[in-house]
């Protein structure tokens, strides 16, 4: 547990305590360093112990320092601290943009509902980084009033971009879990599948949703059944002072199916801009709603405390199918299964199937075609308990008498036989993860080799020497769809070719032109007269000399 006073690695000084959440806590600090005031979040050590959670945490990390917007609050830095000693556990933090304001779920706890003008005033600020997020690759994935911040002047910024996904990702929620908030997750989400920018959207709606209406969309106690009802429920119609067209906007958010809801961030800021300026929404591409059913007790209650809106670890919730398949009843002994059953049926009361699995989900009879089929089923049922005493007193009364041909007679069942080698213990579920080709082609090969390391995939680099791409974008990945982990895939990417050699022209050097004896044409006849003059005197003296 840290304390004010605490310093991380010679440099942020934690103040106080801002906020704590499901994912980690939040604090008040200080950039020693750069002398500013910083927001440090500190994950929590569930998470802080998972290679996998923080490979892709380190990669989610580099993606949204990427994102520069007015709606989004900086990511400045990130840090590992390793523990101080054996069995401790590692520090991983973040280091953001302090914003000057409050959280949208303090705002909502203090005046409980917002005007549809206000909120559409803050959403629209929401819509337009979720659209630079979605522009740059990066779906939120947990959209809630605790990760919109609204500043003293007005300006919203979104936080926590990539926690919840690098968490989804991670070991223990790669077989069957599901990483987010249950008041606000996507239906998508909820039952395991990957999360798209019209995930977002939907969050988007379930959080203007509750600015309008003073509470939440979808609530209750339980988490796990929260999640699940994201599946089926529609919210209630919202208050009748909010505009109809504010109205039909939040519905084409909260359609079920993410290829019927409005697709992205740009999608859903242009039709608030549409209702804003009172034009005919452009929503791309959605459904008409459903007419709204019925909402539980619960969600009528006012929004309850920040805490019962962590991100939470759930398991990924799918609906059991209606209709179920039984074992197969081999005919020989259907007869001899049917007489015990009818006999249980004929003895039990006239009501006694109330409330069994066969009747749960079966409509209530009409009185007279009920009191009908259970007057024709009666005589029946009491002929087979009738048939089935006759044919026990036959047995009986043929025990000892010579057995039947072989023919004739049903073979007693086979005992089970038991083998002295020990039945060894069921495999471990093969863990998979789906790859599609689209979501790493025509990026860095950096970023997407620590993507696939981060789900525990082995990468193989294969560079190709081509000037049509650009060096080191990736040009292919294979396998993709389901993959078992430790699979390893092949990333083909783009290496400039080397630069051409120097082509090496040669030279020829005009030819000297001859000396023709009558000086060097640069002025210097007088200096050779002279050199022959001396070398005429040389000669004389010689020759006197030698006279």
Known sequence: ???????????????????????????CARDLVLGRSVAVKVLRAEYTGDHVFLTRFRTEARLSAGLVHPNIAV???????EPA??????????????????????LLQREH??????????????????AAAHAAGVVHRDVKPGNVIVGADGTVKITDFGIAWSAANAAVTRTGHVVGTPQYLAPEQVRGDKAVPASDVYSWGMVAYECLAGRRAVDGPDPVDV????????????PDDVPEPVRRLVEQTLVKEPADRIPDGAALLAAVDDVVTGRT?????????????????????????????????MPAVRPEPTTRVLPAVPAAAAPAAAAPAAAAAAAAPDDAGVGTDADAGAPADDDGAGRSRRRLLLPLLVALVVVA????????????????????TTPPPAAPTTSATPTPPPAPPVVRVRLAAAEYVGRPVGQVQAELTGLDLQVALRPIETSDVPDGQVIAVDPTGEVPVGTTIAVTHAV???PPPPVVVPTTEAPAPPDSGNGNGNGDDEDGERDRDRDRDRGDNGNRGRD
Not at 75 to 81: I, W
Not at 227 to 238: G, H, M, S
Not at 301 to 306: E, G, H, L, R, S
């Open 1 to 27: 547990m840290h304390r004010p006073g605490t310093v991380l690695e010679d440099r942020y000084e934690l103040l106080s305590p801002i906020a704590a959440g499901g994912m980690g806590r939040v604090w």
């Open 75 to 81: 990511l400045h830095d990130y840090g590992e601290v």
């Open 85 to 106: 000693q054996a069995g401790g556990d590692r520090l991983v933090y973040l280091v953001m943009e302090l914003v000057d304001g409050e959280p949208l779920v303090e």
């Open 113 to 130: 509902r917002l005007t549809p003008e206000r909120t559409l005033a803050v959403l629209r600020q929401v819509a337009a980084g979720l």
């Open 227 to 238: 999640a699940f009802r994201q599946l089926r429920e529609t919210p209630d119609p919202l």
């Open 281 to 313: 929404p452009s929503t791309g591409r959605h459904a008409a709603p459903p007419d709204p059913a019925p909402a539980p007790a619960a969600a009528a209650d006012p929004a309850p405390d920040a805490d019962r809106a962590d991100t939470l670890v």
């Open 389 to 408: 005493a006759v044919a026990g007193a036959v047995f009986l009364g043929t025990r000892g008498e010579a057995p039947a041909p072989a023919s004739a």
């Open 496 to 498: 400039a070719p080397p």
